[in-house]
């Protein structure tokens, strides 16, 4: 089982290296629907395996000049307040209740399909946002809205895992759209780092970490998304985030029925 583990963290690796989305939209279903985890454990593990990469991550962006680090502030105050109450309502609640974990199977497949939308309406969006620039937040409201969505992710996060991918980069789109790619990306990946560290700690605390299954997804994933980041120019975009788009459409499907 192990050797199948060290396998699906390659794969995942593999696929965000080649599309940019992040792991836990992939990795939390995969484990809770292939392996039989129990959604909590599931979460649990994949936030830790997400703090350890997008550290990594965020030394390159840092280095690049990339990261906006006034946005990742501003996403902090509101994300890390939220995930500390999060983690403190799954404790209180009994994460590891049958009941809970129903809930937190079905807020997985919730964020799932968030993430296809913002795969697939991403471009057009901010397309819009930019024809009506009349439209855009500025200033103390632009701040407030970016407070607010970074606890709206702060709680998806802690509770599903999914969200500071795919989701984050979006919104970021919409209230920033004159950044570049890069710099969505940079910030994105940034502000998910102290974000999914602290829900990592909080699962931890609550004992819903594998931490041998975390290990085994690490070793595969670490050469997986050096291989797909290597390789992403030789595929069509367009083709990869619609294949993604339609599997990620049917897990959460069989996440809900």
Same mark, same amino acid.
């Given at each position: 089982m192990t050797i199948?583990?060290?396998?699906?963290?390659f794969a995942v690796g =593999?696929?965000?290296?080649?599309?940019?989305?992040?792991?836990?939209?992939?990795?939390?279903? @995969?484990? *809770? %629907?292939?392996?039989?985890v129990s959604p909590t454990v599931a979460v649990g593990t994949d936030l830790a395996?997400?703090?350890?990469?997008?550290?990594a991550g965020t030394v390159a962006h840092r280095y690049r000049g990339t990261v906006h680090w006034d946005i990742?502030?501003?996403?902090?105050?509101?994300?890390?307040?939220?995930?500390?109450?999060?983690?403190?309502?799954?404790?209180?609640?009994?994460?590891?209740?049958k009941e809970i974990g129903q809930i937190i199977r079905y807020s997985i497949a919730f964020s799932v399909l968030?993430?296809?939308?913002?795969?697939?309406?991403?471009?057009?969006?901010?397309?819009?946002?930019?024809?009506?620039?009349?439209?855009? =937040?500025?200033?103390?409201?632009?701040?407030?809205?970016?407070?607010?969505?970074?606890?709206? @992710?702060? *709680? %998806?996060?802690t509770i599903s895992s999914i969200g500071a991918g795919a989701i984050g980069a979006?919104?970021?789109?919409?209230?920033?759209?004159?950044?570049?790619?890069?710099?969505?990306a940079g910030t994105d990946i940034a502000y998910a780092v102290p974000l999914t560290a602290i829900a990592a700690f909080g699962h931890w605390w609550l004992g819903s970490i594998n931490w041998v299954l975390l290990g085994a997804l690490l070793l595969g994933s670490l050469p997986g998304i050096t291989i797909g980041s290597l390789a992403a120019k030789a595929v069509p975009e367009k083709i990869l985030r619609g294949l993604l788009a339609t599997t990620l459409t049917g897990v959460a499907a069989k996440l809900v029925f």
């Open positions: 199948t583990y060290v396998l699906s963290g =593999l696929l965000v290296g080649l599309t940019g989305v992040g792991g836990g939209s992939l990795m939390t279903p @995969l484990l *809770t %629907l292939l392996f039989g395996f997400a703090s350890t990469t997008k550290a990742v502030r501003h996403l902090c105050y509101g994300a890390l307040p939220a995930a500390l109450l999060a983690t403190i309502g799954l404790k209180y609640f009994g994460a590891l209740d968030l993430t296809v939308v913002a795969l697939l309406f991403r471009g057009r969006m901010q397309a819009w946002v930019l024809k009506h620039p009349e439209k855009q =937040l500025q200033g103390t409201k632009l701040t407030i809205a970016t407070i607010v969505v970074g606890a709206i @992710l702060g *709680t %998806l996060v979006t919104i970021l789109v919409l209230l920033y759209p004159r950044l570049s790619p890069a710099e969505i």
